[in-house]
């Protein structure tokens, strides 16, 4: 069976629970929450993009420390621009901060623009280490702001559907879920230049911020930080997104054990991660979640869409446009006849960031919990997180998702955070 549903059907059918927030200032129904966005690069503009989609949206002020970026968005739409990220947080005009930045800046951003009074959209991975993600969750609820995460899967309401179905045992019990991200980069990679003095335009000292001090290097900024450990992974880059709508999906909160692999097996390039990697999540709930991150093999793995759930009464394939069900065809030592039920639904939901932008506003106007709420956020980054710190340490760990502690490897707790380089403090 085929359904075919449009965007507006699941739109209707999204929902957001009521969380209790503070707001600084009432809105009317037609005005608009005014937004500095903060990091206008890739990312950031897109998230411009996303926000210019709404009326009630206005985009009041962009910082990047690259010129060329904060020029840009600023003669485009016409706004205030900021070189420093604290003047944003600063300005009584704003409302809310969208950060689009590399990843080592979100917590000390998120944490002082929730102090400022003002509620934020962080972009995905939530944080640079475990422990900046909890004390994020912490500051928000403190000051009860609506903070966002840019895990924008969470406003399908496809996915939100196909949620249900599988919650509700429509594939059985799920043993395994894996999904993973490839791009064939062999043989060069990101390249490998040497280092060099930064361009006139560009603030470098202000890009490392709390990470320690080096020389620049054009295969790390403006984008390609994220082939760096010291700064990013792919596992938290591209992961995050998956173990976060996995995670949703089947209703997993926290993985028991994790172990990892991998290595630069194929690429000649300046990365400090893997070409090639494969961790595996072991939950409590009797689960295996896996998420590879093959960068020498361009192949697809999946008949349909970017992630699988192997259930006992079926499969499923899950992407952007829609997702297929397809039937056992009988147990081994068991009935031969074909168990659970074909399915297959396509849908056109757009741009699902726009979508995840409008609840955003909407939490900032309704005191709402958002659909990618901080809580939530810090548990999928954890995921991602751990993966990286089972690979650098070669080990198995085993995790306590009360205490947020690594229980068999003492030594790999001294991953969960890092000292912070002066000036640069959390709170």
Request: proline fraction near 4%; include cysteine.
């Amino acid at each position: 069976m085929t359904d075919r549903i449009g965007r507006r059907t699941f739109v209707k059918s999204g929902a957001v629970l009521a969380a209790g927030l503070a707001s600084s200032r009432a809105y009317g129904a037609n005005e608009r929450v005014r937004l500095g966005f903060v990091g206008v690069g890739n990312r950031g503009g897109q998230l411009i993009g996303a926000a210019c989609n709404h009326a009630d949206a206005q985009a009041a002020a962009v910082c990047d420390v690259y010129t060329p970026y904060r020029d840009k968005w600023a003669a485009q739409l016409k706004c205030q621009s900021f070189a420093d990220w604290r003047e944003v947080i600063d300005n009584k005009d704003i409302d809310a901060v969208v950060i689009g930045t590399p990843d080592h800046w979100h917590a000390i951003m998120t944490i002082a623009a929730c102090r400022a009074g003002k509620d934020v959209y962080v972009e995905k991975p939530l944080s640079f280490t475990i422990g900046e993600g909890r004390r994020m969750v912490d500051v928000a609820r403190e000051t009860k702001r609506v903070v966002q995460v840019g895990t924008q899967r969470r406003s399908s309401a496809m996915l939100a559907q196909l949620g249900e179905l599988v919650r509700g045992g429509k594939v059985g019990k799920v043993t395994v879920s894996r999904a993973y991200r490839i791009s064939n980069m062999a043989p060069a990679g990101i390249g490998a230049a040497p280092d060099s003095r930064p361009p006139a335009d560009l603030d470098w000292n202000m890009w490392l911020g709390p990470r320690p001090e080096r020389a620049f290097n054009e295969n790390i900024a403006p984008y390609k930080f994220r082939w760096w450990k010291e700064y990013s992974s792919q596992t938290t880059n591209w992961g995050i997104h998956y173990f976060d709508m996995l995670r949703w999906i089947i209703g997993e909160t926290a993985p028991a054990s994790v172990s990892a692999h991998g290595g630069v097996f194929a690429v000649n390039d300046a990365r400090t991660i893997p070409d090639t990697m494969e961790s595996v999540y072991e939950f409590p709930t009797g689960h295996l979640m896996l998420f590879g991150q093959y960068e020498a093999s361009g192949t697809s793995m999946f008949p349909y869409g970017e992630c699988e759930l192997r259930g006992t009464e079926g499969t499923v394939y899950a992407g952007s446009r829609g997702y297929q069900i397809r039937q056992e065809s009988g147990g081994q030592f068991q009935d031969s006849a074909p168990r659970g039920e074909k399915l297959e639904v396509k849908v056109d939901e757009g741009d699902v960031t726009v979508q995840h932008m409008r609840n955003f506003l909407d939490c900032v106007k309704s005191r709402s919990k958002p659909n990618a709420d901080i809580e939530d956020g810090h548990r999928s980054t954890t995921i991602a997180h751990l993966g990286n710190i089972a690979l650098w340490t070669r080990s198995r760990i085993e995790w306590d998702p009360v205490a947020e502690r690594i229980t068999n490897n003492e030594a790999a707790n001294a991953y969960l955070t890092y000292e912070y380089r002066k000036p640069w403090t959390l709170d």
